[in-house]
């Protein structure tokens, strides 16, 4: 551990509250080391583990899955992987053809985006029931 930083340094650094880091600590995702005084001490691999941690929630990952993902034993950590990489496939699939609605939305000359057909085209799916939906985008199977 080459640098000691306080929990209040390392929360301000990353832009998160100290009851986040806490939070992790309580969940395993982190194991800082303790001062004579029992106070938390993040040293790099701390650093390191923390922005994982981040990239990894931006990602979509859940807190079970990071803490596969950080352990090195995990006999599922394949399988927790090449789900969560099936996940960002389907997500990124999602995002594609929000972004082309979005464009055609711009670009159309309708004055009401719901009565063009080809508006309409790209909510078909949602509209015949075959895409099964939740407020969080399309349900995964």
Do not use: N
Request: proline share 4%; charged share 30%; hydrophobic share 40%.
């Amino acid at each position: 551990m080459k640098s000691s930083q306080s929990i209040g340094d390392v929360a301000a650094r990353f832009g998160i509250e100290t009851h986040v880091l806490r939070h992790w600590e309580d969940v395993g995702l982190l194991r800082p080391a303790r001062d004579g005084a029992d106070r938390r001490r993040y040293g790099d691999d701390d650093l390191v583990r923390i922005a994982v941690i981040l990239r990894s929630k931006a990602a979509g990952m859940s807190l079970e899955q990071i803490a596969v993902l950080l352990d090195e034993e995990a006999p599922s950590r394949h399988e927790v992987l090449e789900s969560h990489i099936a996940d960002l496939d389907r997500r990124m699939r999602e995002m594609e053809r929000s972004r082309e609605m979005t464009e055609h939305a711009l670009r159309c000359r309708s004055h009401d985006i719901t009565q063009c057909p080809r508006f309409q085209g790209f909510i078909s799916d949602v509209l015949a029931g075959t895409t099964p939906w939740s407020l969080d985008g399309p349900a995964t199977a």
